[in-house]
């Protein structure tokens, strides 16, 4: 049987996408009342449907399985979405750094979110 095949039943493997797809399309929004767009921005940049999206955030409790590879789709995108947004950080760090300085607290406050301490 190939990937597409395997199913998972567990509700845990649901939720855990549905958070993802919140925190991706959160990511991806540029405010209240662009989560289609996002959603559409998350289907061209990672491959998720827009349609499966949809169903995660709001007919989750319909849902009973999700095959393998789109829950390992949804993982990746969610990762790779995170590590841009960490590098988008470092770069306004490093940008504000240059503005106001090592000693800002706003600096300091950020390099200890980063661990840069």
């Not at 049987?1 to 039943?9: A, T």
């Not at 921005?41 to 955030?57: A, C, K």
């Not at 095959?67 to 947004?85: D, F, K, L, M, N």
């Amino acid at each position: 049987m190939g990937k597409k095949g395997l199913r998972m039943s567990d509700t845990a493997y649901l939720d855990q996408a549905a958070n993802w797809s919140k925190d991706l399309t959160r990511m991806k929004s540029r405010g209240p009342g662009d989560i289609e767009n996002a959603m559409r921005q998350i289907e061209r940049e990672y491959g998720i449907e827009y349609g499966f999206l949809w169903s995660l955030r709001y007919r989750r409790d319909r849902l009973r399985i999700i095959s393998v590879s789109v829950y390992e789709t949804i993982r990746a995108a969610y990762r790779a979405e995170c590590e841009r947004q960490l590098r988008k950080l470092e770069n306004d760090l490093a940008r504000t750094e240059k503005i106001a300085g090592a000693d800002s607290s706003s600096v300091r406050a950020a390099k200890a979110l980063l661990g840069k301490d």
